[in-house]
Protein backbone atom coordinates (compact mmCIF):
# COMPACT_ATOMS: atom_id res chain seq x y z
CA UNK A 1 0.00 0.00 0.00
CA UNK A 2 0.99 3.68 0.36
CA UNK A 3 4.64 4.15 1.99
CA UNK A 4 4.46 6.33 5.48
CA UNK A 5 7.21 9.03 3.77
CA UNK A 6 4.59 9.61 1.06
CA UNK A 7 2.58 12.82 0.94
CA UNK A 8 -1.13 12.40 2.61
CA UNK A 9 -2.25 13.20 -1.29
CA UNK A 10 -0.35 10.70 -2.56
CA UNK A 11 -1.16 8.13 -0.28
CA UNK A 12 -5.42 9.16 -1.12
CA UNK A 13 -4.68 9.30 -4.74
CA UNK A 14 -3.07 5.51 -4.47
CA UNK A 15 -5.76 4.18 -2.16
CA UNK A 16 -8.40 5.89 -4.95
CA UNK A 17 -6.62 4.14 -7.62
CA UNK A 18 -6.72 0.74 -5.64
CA UNK A 19 -10.36 0.68 -5.19
CA UNK A 20 -11.24 1.94 -8.47
CA UNK A 21 -8.91 -1.16 -9.81
CA UNK A 22 -10.81 -3.69 -7.39
CA UNK A 23 -14.91 -2.37 -8.32
CA UNK A 24 -14.31 -1.00 -11.65
CA UNK A 25 -18.48 -0.88 -12.49
CA UNK A 26 -18.80 0.49 -8.92
CA UNK A 27 -16.15 3.25 -9.95
CA UNK A 28 -18.41 4.07 -13.56
CA UNK A 29 -21.81 3.88 -11.55
CA UNK A 30 -20.22 6.78 -9.18
CA UNK A 31 -19.03 8.82 -12.19
CA UNK A 32 -22.13 8.41 -14.16
CA UNK A 33 -24.24 9.50 -10.67
CA UNK A 34 -21.98 12.83 -10.21
CA UNK A 35 -22.19 13.55 -13.97
CA UNK A 36 -26.10 13.12 -13.73
CA UNK A 37 -26.12 15.39 -10.87
CA UNK A 38 -24.29 17.97 -11.86
CA UNK A 39 -25.59 17.56 -15.48
CA UNK A 40 -28.94 19.29 -13.70
CA UNK A 41 -30.88 16.58 -13.44
CA UNK A 42 -32.35 16.95 -10.45
CA UNK A 43 -34.43 19.98 -11.53
CA UNK A 44 -37.26 17.05 -12.82
CA UNK A 45 -38.98 14.58 -10.42
CA UNK A 46 -38.16 11.80 -12.79
CA UNK A 47 -34.04 13.05 -12.25
CA UNK A 48 -35.03 12.72 -8.46
CA UNK A 49 -37.30 9.27 -8.38
CA UNK A 50 -34.32 8.25 -10.36
CA UNK A 51 -31.38 9.49 -8.06
CA UNK A 52 -33.91 7.62 -5.01
CA UNK A 53 -33.81 3.93 -7.13
CA UNK A 54 -30.05 4.46 -7.26
CA UNK A 55 -29.61 5.28 -3.47
CA UNK A 56 -32.12 2.64 -2.76
CA UNK A 57 -29.91 0.21 -4.75
CA UNK A 58 -26.66 1.43 -3.32
CA UNK A 59 -27.28 1.36 0.64
CA UNK A 60 -28.69 -1.99 0.10
CA UNK A 61 -25.61 -3.49 -1.90
CA UNK A 62 -23.53 -1.85 0.75
CA UNK A 63 -25.25 -3.51 3.74
CA UNK A 64 -24.80 -7.03 1.92
CA UNK A 65 -21.23 -6.85 1.75
CA UNK A 66 -20.94 -5.45 5.20
CA UNK A 67 -22.64 -8.59 6.17
CA UNK A 68 -20.65 -10.89 4.03
CA UNK A 69 -17.56 -8.93 5.82
CA UNK A 70 -18.94 -9.62 8.82
CA UNK A 71 -20.04 -12.93 8.29
CA UNK A 72 -16.31 -13.90 6.41
CA UNK A 73 -14.95 -12.60 9.49
CA UNK A 74 -16.58 -14.94 12.00
CA UNK A 75 -15.64 -17.93 9.76
CA UNK A 76 -19.24 -19.11 9.06
CA UNK A 77 -18.62 -17.44 5.14
CA UNK A 78 -20.02 -19.86 2.34
CA UNK A 79 -17.56 -21.67 0.44
CA UNK A 80 -16.57 -20.15 -2.74
CA UNK A 81 -18.18 -21.54 -6.26
CA UNK A 82 -14.97 -21.74 -8.44
CA UNK A 83 -13.40 -23.13 -5.60
CA UNK A 84 -11.72 -26.48 -7.08
CA UNK A 85 -13.50 -30.08 -6.42
CA UNK A 86 -12.79 -31.62 -3.52
CA UNK A 87 -10.61 -35.21 -3.74
CA UNK A 88 -13.29 -37.42 -2.21
CA UNK A 89 -15.67 -35.86 -5.06
CA UNK A 90 -13.03 -37.58 -7.96
CA UNK A 91 -13.02 -40.84 -6.31
CA UNK A 92 -16.70 -41.17 -7.41
CA UNK A 93 -16.36 -40.03 -11.22
Given at each position: MADARQPPATAQLE?????V?????????????????LGGALRTR????????????AVKEAATNYLQGLIAEDG????S?????STSAAAFD
Open positions: YWEERRERPLTALGVAALAGFVAGWALLAFAGKMFARPRTAAP
